[in-house]
């Protein structure tokens, strides 16, 4: 497989041909910046370095304004509310995607008894509520029921299973499209107060208490197609790729944006290897010291920045170990070994091993590529930032079905951490098709032309900004069991 390997990274197999390729592609993305120079407002450079301006914000104008609120506005009107159980009724009433969780004798013929219960023991792990308070709160659903489910039918393959589904229904929808094609994604992490003393406890500085993060990717879609519990002191970088090789979807990424915990310089050399595009948004970019490969090179307003000595990247050391790094690549694509495990492994030798070194000069040459092209391109800051928005958005609408104990983790085992992670975004998923789907509904059926609605502007508004979906549970207030009390002579209150 190393032939077809290669060429599908675009990258080339013969190691005789790796230190031109790789001087050449450098050098070609420093003549695009030093092309753009002169009418680069945002970054700057001289001698004592890079000066970035601020980015402007993305706005539309006063009129543009007015039709996007009244777009909103038209919407809330017509879209119907609806309570979280009812809405996870309505979607598997529409996929089935309850089946996966579902024994294969049940799967011939489901009873609603058995679907319901299968929804309340998803509920009761990604709203956090327990098992034991589900039970209390839905009817006609015992405790026993929803313990076997969780710890017998809530598997990690039915789980993935069932959110591939959903991701698929996303992408089918005519909305989403209007959102993105599902070629990019973006991911981030989201913490959770943990108090309980397991093994993946961890402290959280940022977070004031011991915490476990929930690392999601998104698509640009909205589709949130793959999550997994990570201790909040773990780098994000190991786990990145393990969204984009490991979901089940069929959602054909290109193009990934992360934060910059996200971010390392063996991640550039894993995407540029496995043919994909890394994008981080890394703070501090103007402060990334930049490489050359050709010290005879003109360089033009960049030559300060590149004239140390200890800024030259030996490409062939590079192609002394290609094969080898394909080799490594390869089995995190066919699943060999765990992308997360391997990179973790990678980033901690030091630089005195040789299959590091190449691995970090290798993605030393694709930031650097990035770097350039971030700062001369406002179409690639905008994709990031856009990307990164909905992966915020996401983890605000998270916070909100994720209420059940304060918000505040309390499973001991690894399994049901997953469980819990799982679950959740399995609910959120759901709660994009739904909405996604109701728009659809009110465009069809509401004539938004006769109404002055610019339906061009959905792109602007988000499957998951609404209140209509109710997400907490409802409290009955029995009026016969309020006892009448009446005043007596004397101005005290008897029964």
């Known amino acids: 497989m190393r032939e077809d390997f290669f060429r599908r990274s675009g ?9 031109e390729y790789l001087a050449r592609r450098l050098g070609e993305a420093y003549e695009r910046f030093l092309k753009t120079a002169p009418s680069n407002s945002y970054a700057l450079v001289d001698k004592d370095g890079w000066h970035l301006s601020a980015e402007p914000a993305e706005k539309l104008d006063q009129e543009g304004q007015d039709r996007l609120a009244h777009l909103k506005s038209w919407l809330a009107k017509h879209m119907r ?11 598997d009433n529409q996929l089935g995607f309850t089946r996966n969780f579902l024994t294969p004798a049940q799967r011939e013929e489901p009873s609603p008894e058995d679907i319901c219960a299968v929804l309340a023991a998803v509920m009761a792990h990604g709203c956090n509520l327990g098992v034991y308070t589900m039970a209390q709160l839905t009817s006609d659903v015992t405790y026993e029921q929803l313990k076997r489910i969780g710890d017998w039918h809530l598997t990690e393959e039915a789980q993935r299973s069932a959110l591939a589904e959903l991701v698929s229904a996303i992408a089918d929808l005519d909305t989403s499209s209007r959102w993105g094609e599902g070629r990019t ?9 943990l108090p309980r003393r397991v093994l993946q406890q961890t402290y959280s500085t940022r977070f004031s208490d011991f915490a476990l993060e929930f690392y999601t990717f998104v698509a640009d879609n909205y589709a949130p197609f793959y999550s997994l519990p990570i201790e909040c002191t773990d780098r994000d970088a190991a786990f990145v790729l393990d969204g984009l090789l490991y979901n089940e979807s069929e959602l054909e990424i290109e193009e990934h944006y992360t934060d910059t915990h996200g971010y390392t310089e063996i991640n550039f050399a894993a995407f540029a290897m496995l043919g994909l595009r890394f994008c981080p948004r890394i703070r501090g970019v103007q402060h990334q010291r930049i490489y050359r490969i050709d010290p005879n090179c003109d360089y033009g307003s960049l030559t300060s920045l590149v004239s140390r000595a200890d800024q030259t990247i030996d490409t062939e050391q590079i192609a002394e170990q290609w094969d080898r790094m394909g080799q490594l ?4 694509k066919t699943g060999h070994v765990t992308a997360s495990v391997a ?9 005195k091993n040789r299959f590091y070194r190449a691995n970090r000069d290798l993605g030393r040459i694709f930031k650097i590529e990035f770097i350039l092209q971030y700062l001369s391109e406002p179409e690639l800051r905008s994709r990031i930032r ?31 951490q997953m469980n819990t ?11 994009v098709y739904w909405q996604a789907r109701e728009i659809s509904r009110v465009l069809s059926q509401c004539d938004p032309v006769a109404n002055g609605v610019d339906t061009s502007l959905l792109q602007h508004v988000s499957p998951i900004e609404w209140d ?6 409802q409290y009955i207030l029995d009026r016969k069991l309020v006892r009448r009390r009446r005043r007596s002579m004397k101005g005290t209150l008897s029964v």
């Open 386 to 416: 856009r990307g990164l928005l909905k992966v915020e958005q996401l983890h605000a609408l998270a916070r909100d079905v994720f209420s059940g104990r304060r918000g505040r983790i309390n499973a001991r085992e690894l399994w049901e």
């Open 343 to 351: 990179l973790k492994r990678l980033v901690g030798f030091s630089a």
């Open 468 to 473: 209509n979906v109710v997400l907490y549970g």
């Open 185 to 193: 994604a973006a991911s981030d992490g989201q913490r959770f107060s």
């Open 329 to 332: 690549y390869a089995s995190l």
């Open 81 to 91: 509310r609806v309570k979280l159980p009812e809405l996870l009724i309505e979607v």
């Open 421 to 431: 992670c799982s679950c959740l975004n399995l609910i959120l998923a759901c709660i």
């Open 11 to 19: 990258l080339p197999s013969d190691t005789k041909q790796v230190p």
